[in-house]
């Protein structure tokens, strides 16, 4: 949709060893003018930080040890920071102005992801993010998939509503744990 809408694709996303770099000995190598025009030289407020370092280690289903968390969420933090800018860039050279993310649910968060960095970035109202979120059998309520684990539209609410824009409901493919997969995996078990 988007080729036929006459948008160019970009990418989005940082090189590994930055991601790598920044994981291991923090923000800081980047430098204070590319921090300050990534708009990483302005810290999440407490919440906003703590619900990200939630929202990690629920992702990577609470098998990755806690004292790791701080550096991927600064790796969090610079994907979502350079998506913005590479969004940026490919509106600023599309003819009619407009650019489309695909990302995943974490990074098109309205409160802490891509769009937070677009706003510190001036984008303002023409954001709009939409959540795709797998439906479960017997769920009716689209609220009962807020705060509803790996299916969730969020993993927390924002002023008492997700924090995105709009939610699609898309068929589950499967009725897999991905949790349960990635602990047998590991020698974990349950």
Known sequence: ????GGLSLHPGDVER?????????????????ERE?????????????EALADELMVAHCDLVPEHAIP????????RDASMAHGLR??????????AVLVAGRGHIRNDRGVPWYLREGGAGERVVTVAFVQVRDGVQDPWAYVNAGENAASSDEVEGRPPFDLVWFTPRPHDRDRCEELRERFGGGS
């Open 71 to 78: 550096a991927m969420a600064r790796v969090q933090r610079l």
């Open 37 to 49: 025009r990534l708009h990483l030289d302005r810290e999440l407020d407490g919440p906003l930080r």
């Open 89 to 98: 860039s490919a509106a600023g050279e599309s003819p009619t102005g407009e």
């Open 17 to 33: 060893e930055l991601q790598q770099a920044v994981g291991q000995e923090g923000l800081e190598v980047l430098g204070s003018q």
């Open 1 to 4: 949709a988007a080729l036929q």
